[in-house]
């Protein structure tokens, strides 16, 4: 029967310590040589496969890597995908931030990994992704501009069913006092918020922007637990015409007024 193996950090696993030898021939390898050692360390991580297999597959995708050579990979990163979103081995958001860690992606490419995982979520699994990629920012995995450029692709002329974009957008609200949810980092302002959101919103298409950003708008004034216009800390005038204009646009209104009978959310 085989010997159980210790669970230990995918990298790093221990080895056992083999026996004292008789002298043998230079030429005849034996069990502790580096490469050997190297091996029993790099594999460690199918013994879990099945028992913990989020385990078994941050050493997956360490071994197997998703970006060779300036090139990407898709057989990998699809079964990758299959094993996070559709069989579950992550079963949080933020085990999303160990894989992507794990897959070692070079920051001038994470656009070109991002965007079919984001592909490939939209059509397999969408429920939950706007909370990943939330988390894969939160946790300095991916830049603003990874993610801007993935939905731009994955988005274009679309509309947003499972609210994956409205997740995204009110988990990186920037927290203040009527925000407590929101996200606080240096640097990360209502401005920086507002800019991403009009530029993803704005590759739907129109209803489906309308619908995005209206009910994101509603959201964020339930959780604040008063009317938009009543949260002038955050919500100054010049960012509710702002607002008020983008909704024009997408839902073709003439008037700001007619706003009043499409959503809940109060802007004047």
Known sequence: A????????????PVAKAPAASPSPADSPTDDTPDTIKRAQSDSWRDFADTDPLYALLGEVGVDKVFVDGALREDPLNRYLHKLLIQKAAR???DWVEVWA???????NQTAVLTPMLVYALDKAPQGFGKILAELLIGHRVKTKTIEEAVHVAFRDKSDPHNILNDFFFAIFPRGPSSAWGWSRTGWSFKEWWRLLESCVSCLAPMGAFDALGSLLDRIEAKGGAALVQQPMIWKEERLSAARSLLCRFGGLEKESDLV????????
């Open 2 to 13: 085989k010997a159980p193996v210790a669970k230990a950090p995918v990298a790093k696993a």
């Open 92 to 94: 949080k958001p933020k």
């Open 102 to 108: 794990a897959m070692d992606i070079p920051v001038d």
């Open 261 to 268: 009978a499409c959503m809940d959310a109060l802007l004047a």
